[in-house]
């Protein structure tokens, strides 16, 4: 089993990004006795030889002002075919090409392993 130093160090070299902290303050009150702000470095052109780009458009956020992108984090009921939106708790439904997806069956965009994609957008 790896140590926390060593889960953070894969994560970076992974996604290319790293964080001024690697937990998030549970209260207000936290939050304004940080001495070190909340920052991110992220390395936007990072090569993945591991990753393909999926060739297909990415899924949006229905939300006008939100526009976020599905992603692992986002709660997905798959009886409904629904997932919400984890920005703005919008609750969207899957575009007709997800029809067959359930929680054996999933998009690229789900699986934990692909935290980062790229899109090739025709």
Same mark, same amino acid.
């Given at each position: 089993?790896?140590? =926390? ?9 992974? %996604?290319?990004?790293?964080? +001024? ?5 549970? +209260? /207000?009150?936290?939050?304004? /006795?940080? !001495?070190?702000?909340?920052? #991110?470095? @992220? ?6 030889? %591991?990753?393909?780009?999926?060739? =297909?458009?990415? !899924?949006? #956020?229905? /939300?006008?002002? #939100? ?5 692992? @984090? #986002?709660?997905? %009921? ?12 919008? /609750? ?5 090409? =997800?029809?067959? &997806? ?12 692909? +935290?980062? &994609?790229? =899109?090739?957008?025709?």
């Amino acid at each position: 089993m790896a140590t =926390y130093l060593e889960f953070i160090q894969q994560n970076e070299e992974q %996604d290319g990004v790293r964080f +001024s902290w690697n937990v998030w303050p549970s +209260s /207000r009150l936290e939050a304004t /006795r940080m !001495v070190v702000p909340l920052a #991110c470095l @992220l390395t936007p052109l990072k090569e993945r030889p %591991d990753l393909p780009p999926v060739q =297909y458009e990415p !899924v949006l #956020c229905s /939300r006008p002002t #939100c526009k976020a992108i599905l992603n692992p @984090l #986002c709660q997905v %009921d798959y009886r409904a075919k629904l997932w919400a939106c984890n920005f703005c708790f919008q /609750r969207n439904q899957f575009p007709p090409a =997800y029809a067959g &997806i359930s929680e054996v069956n999933q998009p690229a965009e789900l699986m934990p392993q692909f +935290s980062t &994609i790229e =899109y090739m957008i025709q």
